[in-house]
């Protein structure tokens, strides 16, 4: 069923949508459907524009989230998306419409995909290759066809599928058989039906557990439970579940059981799922919108672009800004600015001790050999220019502090004179000291 080529199985690939497989790829789906695509043009965002519309509501019934979330669905079920491209007189895209996979295939002429042809019952409708938007997952067997993520596990795939039928079969027949009653003698049909349906009557229903009974003729109760391999089969779920998730790259905490979990290690997983899964995805839909829908428009130098979906690690940020504080990389204000803040007056420049110098600051410079039949006068300098301004400014920065604090002290020993003599004056007491001790201030 699945040893065929993928394109000859796209019915059976979209019916694969349950189980893990239906798990992954709604998850997948809507995880990308949910990451703002935008548009620019020379690194500037573009606020209002016709793609924006379109996207807004796809046609009269799909929307932009069910819109980029089929895209998704189709691809990590089929490997193929085909979407009909509506378009006004003068050739803009109008509305954007899906063509299911399975009905849809590619007509190749010299090399490249001429038309494609759709095929719904018997009959057939013709699409202009420049018509149709084609996302596909490439096949390393037919360039012009999609592999679905799934045909890579297809063995796992059809193990789910059938264990799932078989656990099926054993609830619905076995474990539901609970007990049997056996007797030595033949019994007539009649009298079975009988005697089953006043023993559940008298014993089955929840409200009629742990009554008394009493078997008579022979008659014995015996047990049936389930056996070891019907619970292999149970456990098997597990091994194909990790096998479907390793198809998509997705953790499979995601799937089942995310308390077994910390939150560090959900965390890194997180991480780990929207670089490696999504982030490819998104990259694939922005670009065949980049070149095959937006030239359409005839707007030069447009392009759009998802958001990041890989979430930012806020440790490692804090992590490598203190670093680069620390060793002089970045300044103050830099640092201040991703953080939002305004800039200050001392945080211009990364703050280093003052004995802090660059390698190469007294490195004599090499001097330039003089031209023939030319005298050159060279004057040696033991410090460079660049050098002294240096020097000069981490002078000042070091000194204006001590200078302010000598200043301080001074003006507080003038003042604490200049009361002690308004004191003496106010209390009647000559001055009997001379000019010289008075001005003395040792």
């Known amino acids: 069923m699945w040893g065929q080529d993928s394109f000859k199985n796209s019915s059976e690939q979209l019916k694969a949508y349950a189980?893990?497989?239906?798990?992954c790829c709604s998850l997948i789906a809507e995880r990308c459907a949910s990451i703002p695509l935008k548009l620019y043009k020379d690194n500037e965002l573009i606020e209002k524009h016709s793609f924006y519309d379109l996207l807004q509501k796809w046609n009269s019934f799909t929307t932009k989230f069910e819109g980029k979330e089929l895209i998704q669905i189709y691809l990590d079920l089929t490997g193929e998306c085909y979407i009909y491209i509506v378009k006004d007189r003068i050739g803009r895209p109008q509305e954007l419409y899906f063509r299911q996979p399975d009905k849809m295939n590619p007509i190749v002429k010299d090399g490249i995909i001429d038309h494609y042809i759709e095929r719904v019952g018997l009959s057939e409708k013709r699409y202009e290759a420049k018509d149709i938007l084609y996302f596909k997952y490439p096949s390393p067997t037919n360039p012009y066809?999609?592999?679905?993520?799934?045909?890579?596990?297809?063995?796992?795939?059809?193990?789910?599928?059938?264990?799932?039928?078989?656990?099926?079969?054993?609830?619905?027949?076995?474990?539901?058989?609970?007990?049997?009653?056996?007797?030595?003698?033949?019994?007539?049909?009649?009298?079975?039906?009988k005697i089953l349906t006043l023993f559940d009557q008298t014993y089955g229903g929840a409200g009629k557990a742990h009554k008394t009974g009493a078997l008579v003729g022979g008659m014995t109760l015996k047990t049936v439970g389930v056996s070891n391999k019907d619970m292999e089969f149970m456990l098997l779920a597990e091994w194909t579940m990790r096998q479907l998730a390793s198809a998509y790259h997705t953790p499979p905490q995601?799937?089942?059981?995310?308390?077994?979990?910390?939150l560090a290690n959900m965390k890194a997983l997180d991480t780990a799922w929207n670089r490696e899964c999504i982030l490819p995805r998104l990259v694939r839909q922005e670009e065949l919108f980049n070149t095959f829908l937006l030239p359409m428009y005839g707007d030069d130098g447009i392009y759009c672009k998802y958001d990041n979906p890989v979430p930012v690690d806020n440790e490692f940020k804090l992590k490598q800004r203190e670093s680069n504080l620390k060793n002089y990389v970045i300044s103050p204000n830099e640092a201040r600015l991703e953080?939002?803040?305004?800039?200050?007056?001392?945080g211009k420049l990364p703050l280093a001790p003052f004995s802090i110098a660059p390698l190469d600051v007294n490195k004599p410079q090499p001097e330039p050999e003089p031209e023939p039949g030319k005298a050159v006068k060279t004057i040696k300098t033991k410090y460079t220019a660049e050098y002294k301004k240096r020097f000069w400014e981490l002078f000042i920065k070091r000194i204006t502090p001590q200078e302010?604090?000598?200043?301080?002290?001074?003006?507080?020993?003038?003042?604490?004179?200049e009361n002690r003599a308004l004191r003496a004056l106010r209390n009647g007491k000559a001055i009997i000291k001379d000019v010289d001790d008075v001005l003395r201030i040792t």
């Open 19 to 23: 189980g893990w497989v239906g798990d």
């Open 145 to 193: 066809r999609g592999a679905s993520p799934v045909q890579r596990k297809a063995y796992a795939y059809d193990t789910d599928k059938y264990n799932m039928i078989y656990q099926l079969n054993v609830f619905k027949n076995g474990v539901h058989l609970k007990q049997v009653l056996e007797s030595e003698k033949n019994i007539p049909p009649e009298q079975v039906k």
């Open 254 to 262: 995601k799937l089942s059981h995310p308390e077994s979990t910390n």
């Open 339 to 346: 953080d939002g803040r305004d800039e200050v007056d001392w």
């Open 404 to 417: 302010d604090k000598f200043k301080r002290g001074f003006i507080r020993l003038f003042q604490e004179q």
